[in-house]
């Protein structure tokens, strides 16, 4: 990762853009912008990934989205505001399953102020931080058959090798972007990308998908508190998930999966640093 301060002039066309999101007008002085890269098109810890066209859609769904800095500092000085989104491809660089890296790159704004001062300095110094983003998709198909999960279902299990081939799930047509969040955590394979897989219109199945949703992170949840905390019985874990909402859920199984990563670093897989010296603003890699 490679950080790059940010006393350069914003250009106009960039200060209408924060304009468009921002409730007052602000200042050179008051904006501080960095770039991250949110998501990608590489298969993920839970072997799933998202099509070139789904970013393509997704980079459109997060501008204007807002992203938190850590849970534990929820205030609203720990927050940054997408106002703008590039859908970029590396060609110079392949994925595990053989297709040229794309990816997200977000720009983001923060209004500068007292209490924020100190984060701003951790980002400049280039602390690595990890992206989670948080969306939903209304399809999902195998990589081996093209079947739809969701409503076919097939015989292949994610993270299979069949004929050669590993079988991952494709994550296609999203529908909504609902956040995205900072967190300091040690290098690992990629971002931590959030899915929740409801349809746009609210049912009977899109509560029936938000309880699966719930149930995927509870499991999450029970093995990285396994992990760092087994005198914690699982039943006791298991009344206390029952009382949170999905975002509260999400935020306790992001604080034990840091933990645990914490315990059994994972090695980093996604470190290619290009030179980023045409750009004024820092940039994340994840
Ligand atoms: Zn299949």
Redesign the pocket.
């Known amino acids: 990762m490679k950080t790059e301060n940010n006393s350069a002039i914003l250009p106009e066309e960039e200060l209408r853009l924060i304009g468009k999101f921002a409730r007052k007008e602000l200042s050179q002085d008051e904006i501080y912008t960095f770039s991250v890269i949110l998501c990608d098109n590489e298969i993920d810890r839970d072997n799933e990934r998202f099509t070139v066209p789904a970013l393509k859609t997704l980079a459109e769904l997060f501008v204007g989205k807002t992203g938190i800095f850590d849970h534990n500092m929820s205030s609203k000085d720990q927050n940054a505001r997408i106002y703008a989104t590039e859908f970029v491809t590396d060609e110079s660089r392949k994925t595990s399953h053989g297709e040229p890296y794309c990816y997200i790159k977000a720009k983001a704004y923060m209004v500068r102020t007292e209490k924020n001062k100190d984060l701003i300095a951790e980002i400049e110094a280039g602390i690595k931080k990890e992206t989670s983003v948080g969306c939903c998709v209304r399809t999902i198909s195998?990589s081996?058959?093209?079947?739809n999960i969701k409503s076919e279902g097939?015989?292949?299990q994610k993270g299979k090798v069949y004929g050669g081939k590993l079988?991952s799930f494709l994550l296609e047509d999203p529908t909504d972007a609902y956040e995205w969040s900072f967190v300091a955590v040690p290098a690992q394979k990629n971002a931590g990308v959030i899915k929740a897989f409801v349809p746009s219109k609210a049912s009977a199945e899109a509560e029936r998908w938000a309880e699966e949703y719930r149930e995927e992170l509870k499991a999450s949840l029970l093995r990285d508190a396994g992990s760092v905390m087994p005198e914690l019985k699982s039943s006791l874990i298991e009344d206390i998930c029952g009382a949170l909402s999905i975002g509260k859920l999400r935020e306790m199984r992001d604080a034990f999966r840091q933990k645990a990563e914490k315990n059994l670093p994972l090695v980093r897989q996604l470190d290619c640093t290009h030179d980023t010296n045409e750009e004024s603003n820092s940039e994340y890699k994840i």
């Open positions: 195998c081996i058959c093209g079947k097939c015989e292949h079988c």
